[in-house]
């Protein structure tokens, strides 16, 4: 299927690197938020754009645009940081566009991307580009399994350790609170006078389609398996 054809080359992108013609790449010291989503890349965002930086978050059509012409330096100039989905999955080919790259991994204990198949992004005539970001992502146009993603999203994290040699990569555990000092040093910049910004996803049990009670989001997430 085209979805698992998708999700294999992000998780191998020799087999996309190996293509002709080569992929242009720009030199451009570039901020990648390499987490997936739903990890606290609305709250990073934010961050950024506190330190400075034009950011774009959740931006698949760009990325695949540029992704099909095999051609990054037309979008070098749209910003200084590029978040969530698609790059958390896509990040393998990112870092060799930008090659003066930095990475932050945002990662959180309680993980729970999950949609129900009712919800109307899984509609079959839903955008193409949500659909392609959660194949490259989580294997699934609908990825409604939580134990799958949350899988996938382990994986994920253990594959960035091992591969991003540390001095490029800073991992932002959110679950364990947020602070400017890590973030600021990492990108040398000073650090803001104002609280670090929490996005309303990072203050509940929420996802891009509302804020639940507990026991309401624990029968939600049972019912998606």
């Known amino acids: 299927m085209v979805c698992e054809r998708l999700h294999r080359e992000a998780q191998d992108p020799s087999r996309y690197l190996s293509r002709s013609p080569a992929v242009r790449g720009d030199p451009k010291k570039m901020v990648l938020g390499i987490g997936f989503g739903d990890t606290g890349t609305r709250s990073l965002s934010e961050?950024?754009?506190?330190?400075?930086?034009?950011?774009?978050?959740?931006?698949?059509?760009?990325?695949?645009?540029?992704?099909?012409?095999?051609?990054?330096?037309?979008?070098?100039?749209?910003?200084?940081?590029?978040?969530?989905?698609?790059?958390?999955?896509?990040?393998?080919?990112?870092?060799?566009?930008?090659?003066?790259?930095?990475?932050?991994?945002?990662?959180?204990?309680?993980?729970?991307?999950?949609?129900?198949?009712?919800?109307?992004?899984?509609?079959?005539?839903?955008?193409?580009?949500?659909?392609?970001?959660?194949?490259?992502?989580?294997?699934?146009?609908?990825?409604?399994?939580?134990?799958?993603?949350?899988?996938?999203?382990?994986?994920?994290t253990a594959r960035v350790l091992e591969s991003i040699p540390r001095k490029r990569l800073l991992v932002m555990n959110l679950s364990a609170g947020f602070s400017w000092a890590p973030l600021a040093q990492f990108l040398k910049r000073p650090e803001p006078n104002v609280s670090f910004p929490r996005s309303v996803l990072d203050r509940g049990v929420c996802t891009a389609f509302g804020c639940w009670k507990r026991s309401e989001y624990e029968k939600r997430i049972a019912l998606a398996g």
């Open 47 to 156: 961050a950024l754009r506190a330190l400075g930086l034009r950011v774009r978050h959740n931006d698949p059509s760009t990325i695949f645009w540029a992704l099909r012409k095999r051609d990054f330096t037309s979008i070098a100039g749209l910003a200084d940081a590029w978040v969530d989905t698609p790059v958390g999955a896509l990040w393998p080919v990112l870092i060799r566009a930008f090659p003066n790259y930095r990475a932050i991994l945002t990662t959180r204990a309680d993980y729970h991307r999950v949609y129900s198949p009712m919800e109307s992004r899984c509609d079959p005539d839903s955008k193409r580009n949500f659909a392609q970001s959660m194949c490259v992502e989580l294997g699934r146009a609908c990825p409604t399994n939580l134990t799958h993603n949350r899988h996938l999203e382990r994986a994920h």
